[in-house]
């Protein structure tokens, strides 16, 4: 009989965290590309209460972030043991990659963003999700 083989739990935890603030700052590179920036929440020239597109953007991240640590961890929890097919692994690598390709592009581009507001949108989007990250790893270590 074959014996389980398990990750450290700080492995599993720390590359989670990683994956999931990955994503979240693809996100926010793809969503300033079409307009949904993170600094319009901090604006003072509008006169709307909150502008739509940065709240949309907000949850957007902080989603990415939180699925993306949740899931890397339940993949990662689970691909020691060998229950991950071989296909389904090269699928999601597959689409890691086209994510992380797209918002290298948007990211190559002129910002359409001023450069101080830009700046303080990529750190709050970074500390978002790095939070966000974490709690979705930290949820799906518990579960398991």
């Not at 991240?61 to 043991?81: E, H, K, N, P, Q």
Request: proline fraction near 4%; aromatic fraction near 10%; include cysteine.
């Amino acid at each position: 009989m074959a014996e389980t083989n398990y990750f450290p739990r700080r492995l599993i935890l720390g590359g989670a965290m990683i994956t999931g603030v990955l994503l979240a700052l693809a996100v926010h590179m793809l969503g300033a590309r079409y307009g949904l920036d993170l600094g319009g929440l901090w604006r003072s020239d509008t006169r709307d209460f909150m502008p739509a597109g940065g709240a949309i953007a907000w949850w957007l991240i902080a989603s990415a972030g939180f699925s993306g640590g949740y899931f890397t961890a339940t993949l990662m929890d689970s691909a020691v043991s060998g229950q991950i097919p071989q296909r389904m692994r090269q699928f999601l690598i597959a689409i890691g990659v086209l994510v992380l390709a797209g918002a290298g592009q948007a990211a190559s581009a002129p910002s359409p963003l001023p450069t101080v507001s830009g700046v303080l949108a990529g750190l709050a989007a970074l500390v978002l999700g790095a939070v966000v990250a974490f709690c979705g790893a930290y949820f799906a270590l518990r579960k398991a």
